[in-house]
């Protein structure tokens, strides 16, 4: 909510120049409980000039909530859309998003372009964790926060959002007790009482904050730049490896005029397809040499199946892959990973039940 009222300040003080500008709130279809609280909390401080509900047949004391809290406000209703024939789920919409984003050739000018190459193939950035040139002050997690010594298995191959940080005290339980130096930031590696207010220490010494302390980042002195996929993380040169679409240009301004940088990691979907680029890529690969080989009737059968085979050698690497385990069935899955059924004869003999 605290991100939602940022927002409508930063549209008012634009709209204050710009008249002809309206604002479209688009909100989650969570109307029952808390989410209908956030819906009437943010009805009562955008003050819209209509409100749409999209649904004629919703409960009806949603209904009414919303109008008492619009008031005099318009309150429309509108029949749901059929989602009944679309072509794609919501889950993959925000797939091919995703795919999208991280796939934006930042090069391009005017219309937008794509680079077709998988991940695998993009050199990342290095990014010190760790140090006196550390390039992030911390890592912070939203939602379940997992212990300290299991932070690196929970953000490795993951999607974290790359916050820059105005002030320090967008950081809660921040405090300074160093002269003004970052309690981070000792090259030392000594721990002053802000970093053991704020920071816990892991394994591998990665700046993890307090999630006991730590809550989101104040928008009114942060902003996201955008979403980076933490590729690897080298605890031998306490670096991490991070590929994102972010222009370099202004991660180096950020660095430049001494922004801190903060990696949240929160509830975004963990990013499979960027695991199985490679793969598919080879295996289309290999497809398309057989394709040529049958259509250019090749003479030679022995050097046909000598191409067969060199496509076939391509597609092998699902054991080196990272994140992929190749399985058939249940092999290699855990106990409970079967399809659990409901036994009939419960009560019946056994221990005298």
């Known amino acids: 909510m605290a991100c939602v009222l940022d927002l409508l300040i930063h549209y008012r003080h ?107 193939s993009m050199p990342p950035w290095v990014v010190r964790y760790a140090g006196g040139n550390s390039g992030i002050v911390g890592i912070m997690c939203l939602g379940e926060q997992p212990p300290a010594d299991m932070l690196k298995e929970a953000i490795n191959g993951t999607l974290v959002a790359v916050v820059m940080v105005d002030d320090m005290s967008a950081i809660a339980g921040w405090t300074d007790d160093n002269n003004g130096q970052d309690g981070l930031s000792e090259a030392d590696g000594s721990s002053s009482q802000s970093k053991r207010q704020i920071a816990v220490n892991t394994p591998e010494d990665l700046p993890y904050l307090n999630p006991d302390i730590a809550t989101s980042p104040d928008p009114k002195h942060s902003r996201s730049l955008g979403l980076a996929l933490v590729r690897g993380i080298d605890t031998e040169s306490k670096t991490l490896h991070l590929l994102t679409p972010i222009s370099p240009k202004l991660l180096r301004d950020m660095s430049h005029y001494g922004k801190s940088i903060v990696l ?75 399809v659990w059924k409901v036994r009939r004869d419960l009560g019946r003999g056994g221990d005298g039940v």
């Not at 496509?311 to 290699?332: F, L, N, Y």
Request: glycine share 10%.
């Open 264 to 338: 949240v990691s929160g509830k975004l979907e963990t990013p499979g397809w960027a695991y199985t680029e490679e793969l598919y890529r080879q295996a289309a690969t290999a497809q398309s040499m057989r394709n040529k080989a049958l259509e250019e009737h090749v003479g030679d059968e022995r050097g046909s199946a000598g191409e067969e085979e060199e496509a076939e050698e391509e597609v092998k690497g699902w054991e080196d892959a990272p994140w992929i385990e190749r399985v058939e069935g249940h092999q290699g899955r855990g106990v409970g990973a079967r």
């Open 14 to 120: 634009y709209v204050s120049s710009n008249a002809e500008c309206p604002l479209i709130i688009n909100t989650p279809g969570w109307v029952l409980g808390t989410g209908l609280e956030l819906l009437l909390d943010l009805i009562k401080h955008s003050k819209p000039t209509v409100v749409i509900y999209m649904s004629i047949d919703g409960p009806l004391d949603v209904v009414k909530a919303l109008r008492d809290e619009a008031g005099k406000t318009l309150v429309v209703t509108l029949p749901s859309q059929i989602s009944e024939y679309t072509t794609r789920t919501a889950a993959q919409l925000r797939t091919m998003q995703t795919m999208s984003y991280f796939h934006l050739n930042q090069k391009s000018q005017g219309v937008p372009s794509w680079k077709g190459n998988p991940l695998t």
